[in-house]
T-cell receptor
Framework: DAMVIQNPRYQVTQFGKPVTLSCSQT?????MYWYQQKSSQAPKLLFH???????NEADTPDNFQSRRPNTSFCFLDIRSPGLGDAAMYLC????????????FGPGTRLLVL | AQSVTQPDIHITVSEGASLELRCNYS??????LFWYVQSPGQGLQLLLK??????LVQGIKGFEAEFKRSQSSFNLRKPSVHWSDAAEYFC????????????FGGGTRVLVKP
């Protein structure tokens, strides 16, 4: 039944050690989004893919990269995690279009030691 | 640019009482409006959305919301709250002018007293 799957649900990494978070979808949606959500805050969009077209937000640090090898999968790479990158990372998908619902995964909680 | 304001950071309500969460938006044209709910440690789930037609929108879990253009508001209501409604609620605006991306309000945390 799961439509947007994120792995792992919890990730612990060390300061400066690269980490990759995974998202997959069974909805065949065109658009996949990555959000960062810190405690008691709204989700903040990092970037999104419309099919193979990558769209980066202007204020997303270079430390954050993404890959979408096919329709179903999208990855978030954090090249050198800092303590400030500890957060919940949410993946979402939609058909595209401002009126379309975004379907969110359960999130990956990242802890940086 | 569009923006969304949720004036209440926290609301505490007794189980069985009614609930209303406020949302005000700023956008030049008719926006696409959404309410999402987030349970602790989980992703967001859509409760309801509005983009045209009847201004009173019914959603899941017994929630409804009313779009009032004159007040730039899209308030969420539930007549009788259940303990399982304790969560964070986000109002959001989708706009073509913003590249079809969602702009979220800051969220309202709802606590339910027995």
């Amino acid at each position: 039944d799961a439509m947007v799957i994120q792995n792992p649900r919890y990730q612990v990494t060390q300061f400066g050690k690269p980490v990759t978070l995974s998202c997959s979808q069974t909805l065949n949606h065109n658009v996949m989004y990555w959000y960062q959500q810190k405690s008691s805050q709204a989700p903040k969009l990092l970037f999104h893919y419309y099919d193979k077209d990558f769209n980066n937000e202007a204020d997303t640090p270079d430390n954050f990269q993404s890959r979408r090898p096919n329709t179903s999968f999208c990855f978030l790479d954090i090249r050198s995690p800092g303590l400030g990158d500890a957060a919940m990372y949410l993946c979402a998908t939609s058909r595209g279009g401002a009126q379309e619902t975004q379907y969110f995964g359960p999130g990956t909680r990242l802890l940086v030691l | 640019a569009q923006s969304v304001t949720q004036p209440d950071i926290h609301i505490t309500v007794s189980e069985g009482a009614s609930l209303e969460l406020r949302c005000n938006y700023s956008y030049g044209a008719t926006p696409y409006l959404f309410w999402y709910v987030q349970s602790p440690g989980q992703g967001l789930q859509l409760l309801l959305k509005y983009f045209s037609g009847d201004t009173l929108v019914q959603g899941i879990k017994g929630f409804e919301a009313e779009f009032k253009r004159s007040q730039s508001s899209f308030n969420l209501r539930k007549p009788s709250v259940h303990w399982s409604d304790a969560a964070e609620y986000f109002c959001a605006v989708g706009a073509r002018a913003a590249g079809n991306k969602l702009t979220f309000g800051g969220g309202t945390r709802v606590l339910v007293k027995p």
